[in-house]
């Protein structure tokens, strides 16, 4: 029995499935249209029928994995900025980068390889993905962080709010990277929860948070109660 043919859209979120982890794994430069093609199942002249050159794969990657909004997303945008919401921002996003969750409609150690490449290459795609989903991010820790400052939660310092945010995501994307190989670059010697928590305490210490604040507004298990149920 011949299996029902796919329409043009789906063929093309099939190549574009297809070639995530191929372009994960060699970089842009180094993946050819043939690699490409073979990947997906398809001839060469039907993957120049989706896609008119490799670019155009590749722009419609940075566009895939940019679509769609996890729910949790919402339930912190809605909560006013203060040393709570603060702490909930900054558990959400290590635990995505250590943890993996919440899952998505990419594997994260595809994404995080699709990150170390652009790195290597031009950025393009390491840039979208900071403009498309850090930035306003960002710019939420920083209203959070004035919060705490004028609270009395957390001490006024040379570095900006922006830089703290972006240095605690630097600390959880290197986890992350130092996890990648089957074999870890890096022993913590604990459970991936217990780094998490580590991790997230680190980050709240160093952006600024006294220990007092830290005590009164992080509970990981409550934290991941939340977002478990968001």
Not at 38 to 56: D, N, Q, T
Not at 87 to 97: G, N, P, T
Not at 107 to 127: N, P, V, Y
């Given at each position: 029995?011949?299996?029902?043919?796919?329409?043009?859209?789906?063929?093309?979120?099939?190549?574009v499935?297809?070639?995530?982890?191929?372009?994960?794994?060699?970089?842009?430069?180094e993946?050819?249209t043939?690699?490409?093609?073979?990947?997906?199942g398809?001839?060469?002249?039907?993957?120049?029928k989706?896609?008119p050159?490799?670019?155009?794969?590749y722009?419609?990657?940075?566009?895939?994995?940019?679509?769609?909004i996890?729910?949790?997303?919402?339930?912190?945008?809605?909560?006013?900025?203060?040393?709570?919401?603060?702490?909930?921002l900054?558990y959400?996003?290590?635990?995505?980068?250590?943890?993996?969750?919440?899952?998505?409609?990419?594997?994260?150690?595809?994404?995080?390889?699709?990150?170390?490449?652009?790195?290597?290459?031009d950025?393009?795609?390491?840039?979208?993905l900071f403009?498309?989903?850090f930035?306003?991010?960002?710019a939420?820790i920083?209203?959070?962080l004035?919060?705490?400052?004028?609270?009395?939660?957390?001490?006024?310092?040379?570095?900006?709010?922006?830089?703290?945010?972006?240095?605690?995501?630097?600390?959880?994307?290197?986890?992350?990277?130092?996890?990648?190989?089957?074999?870890?670059?890096?022993?913590?010697?604990?459970?991936?929860?217990?780094?998490l928590?580590?991790?997230?305490w680190?980050?709240?210490?160093?952006?600024?948070?006294t220990?007092?604040?830290?005590?009164t507004?992080?509970?990981?298990?409550?934290?991941?109660?939340?977002f478990?149920?968001?």
């Amino acid at each position: 029995m011949n299996k029902p043919r796919l329409t043009a859209e789906a063929r093309k979120r099939a190549i574009v499935k297809a070639a995530l982890p191929l372009f994960a794994r060699r970089g842009f430069a180094e993946t050819t249209t043939k690699d490409l093609a073979r990947a997906a199942g398809v001839s060469e002249p039907l993957l120049y029928k989706h896609f008119p050159s490799k670019e155009a794969l590749y722009l419609e990657i940075q566009e895939f994995t940019c679509r769609g909004i996890d729910p949790a997303i919402h339930h912190l945008t809605e909560l006013e900025p203060s040393t709570s919401s603060l702490v909930h921002l900054i558990y959400y996003l290590m635990r995505a980068l250590i943890l993996g969750q919440p899952a998505g409609r990419i594997r994260w150690d595809t994404r995080h390889r699709l990150m170390i490449k652009s790195f290597l290459e031009d950025g393009t795609f390491a840039r979208l993905l900071f403009r498309s989903r850090f930035d306003c991010f960002c710019a939420r820790i920083e209203a959070c962080l004035g919060a705490a400052i004028a609270a009395g939660d957390a001490v006024r310092c040379p570095i900006t709010g922006g830089n703290r945010a972006c240095f605690a995501h630097h600390v959880a994307a290197w986890i992350a990277m130092a996890r990648l190989p089957r074999r870890p670059v890096i022993n913590y010697k604990v459970s991936r929860e217990e780094l998490l928590h580590q991790a997230v305490w680190f980050a709240l210490r160093g952006m600024g948070l006294t220990d007092q604040a830290i005590a009164t507004h992080y509970n990981p298990k409550a934290l991941a109660l939340f977002f478990s149920g968001a």
